[in-house]
C-alpha cells in the first residue's frame, strides 16, 4: 500500500509539472509583422506611381520581451528579401510600445511623418468576445477573440493562457493570457509569433521611453485630425481610405 501511495504521489507531482511548465510569466517573443502595403496605398495617381518601386508586403520582425507583468514590444528587423525605401521603413523603426499592466499605464513612442510623439496614459480598454475557435501557435494553444479598436477597426487575435500577461502586439491587450497571432484586415496587417525564448531574457530593456513632453491618446488623435485635414480630397472615398488607414496606424 506504502508503494502504491508513493507511485501516485510521483505521478500526480510528474503530472503537476508537466501542466505547469508552459506557463510563462517571463520571455522574449519575436513576431512576424506583414502587411500588403500595396492596398494600403490605396489607387490615387500618386500611389500608382509609387507601386512600382515597393514590394508587395513589408515584413519586419518585432520583439515583445516581459517580466513582472511589464512589457516592451520593439521593431528588431526587416526581411531582407524585400528591399524598401529608407523613408517607408524607419518611422517603424523608432516605434516603442511599453505596458505596465500592475499599475494599468502605458508609454508609447510613435514616430509619424518623421517627428516622434510620446504618449502617456491608462491602457486602453477593448471589448472582446471570445469564440470557441482554436489553434497551435509557435507550440501554445491558442483561443480566438474578435475585438474593436478605435470605434470601428475590427481586431482577430489568437491568445494563451499558457502565457500569463494580458498583452499582444503594438497596443493589443485585455484578454486573459498573451496574444501569439493578430489579423487587422482594415490595416492589411497580420502578426504570428514565430520565435519564444525564455531563457537569457533582458528584464533590463522593459522600461519607458523617457520624453520632456507628453501627450495623451485624446490629444495625439486631436493632433492627428487637426493636421490631417487637408489631406487628400474629402470628395474621393479612396483617399479617404488612405487618410483613415494612417490615422488608425499611428493610434495602433
Request: charged share 25%; net charge positive.
Amino acid at each position: 500500500m506504502k508503494t502504491i501511495f508513493l507511485l501516485l504521489s510521483l505521478s500526480f507531482t510528474i503530472a503537476f509539472s508537466s501542466n505547469g511548465q508552459n506557463f510563462l510569466d517571463k520571455a522574449e517573443i519575436e513576431f512576424e509583422v506583414k502587411t500588403n502595403i500595396k492596398k494600403t496605398m490605396g489607387n490615387s495617381t500618386w500611389a500608382e506611381m509609387l507601386k512600382d518601386q515597393m514590394p508587395t508586403f513589408r515584413t519586419g520582425y518585432y520583439r515583445f520581451t516581459f517580466a513582472d507583468n511589464k512589457s516592451i514590444y520593439k521593431w528588431h528587423h526587416w526581411d531582407e528579401k524585400e528591399k524598401m525605401p529608407e523613408w517607408f521603413r524607419k518611422s517603424e523603426e523608432e516605434n516603442v510600445w511599453y505596458f505596465d499592466h500592475n499599475t494599468g499605464k502605458y508609454n508609447m513612442q510613435k514616430n509619424v511623418v518623421g517627428s516622434n510623439f510620446n504618449i502617456e496614459d491608462s491602457i486602453k480598454n477593448i471589448k472582446w468576445k471570445l469564440s470557441n475557435e482554436s489553434r497551435v501557435i509557435a507550440g501554445f494553444n491558442c483561443r480566438k477573440a474578435t475585438g474593436v479598436i478605435m470605434d470601428s477597426v475590427y481586431v482577430f487575435a489568437f491568445f494563451t493562457e499558457e502565457i500569463m500577461i494580458p498583452g499582444g502586439p503594438c497596443a493589443i491587450s485585455g484578454l486573459p493570457g498573451m496574444v501569439l497571432g493578430l489579423t487587422i484586415p482594415r490595416l492589411y496587417t497580420s502578426f504570428i509569433a514565430t520565435k519564444i525564448n525564455v531563457t537569457g531574457v533582458n528584464e533590463s530593456i522593459i522600461k519607458p521611453v523617457t520624453s520632456k513632453k507628453y501627450y495623451t491618446y485624446h490629444t495625439l488623435k486631436t493632433t492627428l485630425l487637426e493636421r490631417s485635414k487637408e489631406w487628400g480630397d474629402s470628395d474621393d472615398p479612396d483617399s479617404q481610405q488612405w487618410k483613415n488607414q494612417f490615422i488608425w496606424g499611428a493610434l495602433l
